[in-house]
């Protein structure tokens, strides 16, 4: 199983980025996504994640600002992460749930400078 996690990268406050996740090794539309980030110092917590029938739910810290999606056809996840704050830095990991198995991507560096 492979999550490959693209997309980070260095950019303004108040300005967007999009993460892609593309998954290999599973069946994608049975397994919940997810999206979590890591700042330096703290445990990682929720970012987003998107069920396989495509239900969402969110972090309350980026609830309104981010937006997570899927294509089936296509094995990939996204994160589109608009007005971008400070504390918004991380590392974003892409997870992967399919029957009751947890599966990680090597994460993707995001930094928001002011």
């Known amino acids: 199983v492979q999550l490959q996690a693209s997309g980070g990268g260095l950019v303004q406050a108040g300005g967007s980025l999009r993460l892609s996740c593309e998954v290999s090794g599973i069946i994608f539309s049975n397994a919940d996504m997810g999206w979590y980030r890591q700042a330096p110092g703290n445990e990682r917590e929720l970012a987003a994640v998107?069920?396989?029938?495509?239900?969402?739910d969110y972090g309350t810290s980026v609830k309104g600002r981010f937006t997570i999606s899927r294509d089936n056809a296509q094995n990939t996840v996204w994160l589109q992460m608009n007005e971008l704050k400070v504390e918004d830095t991380a590392v974003y990991y892409c997870?992967?749930?399919?029957?009751?198995?947890?599966?990680w991507g090597r994460g993707t560096l995001v930094t928001v400078s002011s």
């Open positions: 997870q992967a749930v399919t029957f009751l198995k947890v599966y």
């Open positions: 998107i069920t396989g029938t495509g239900r969402t």
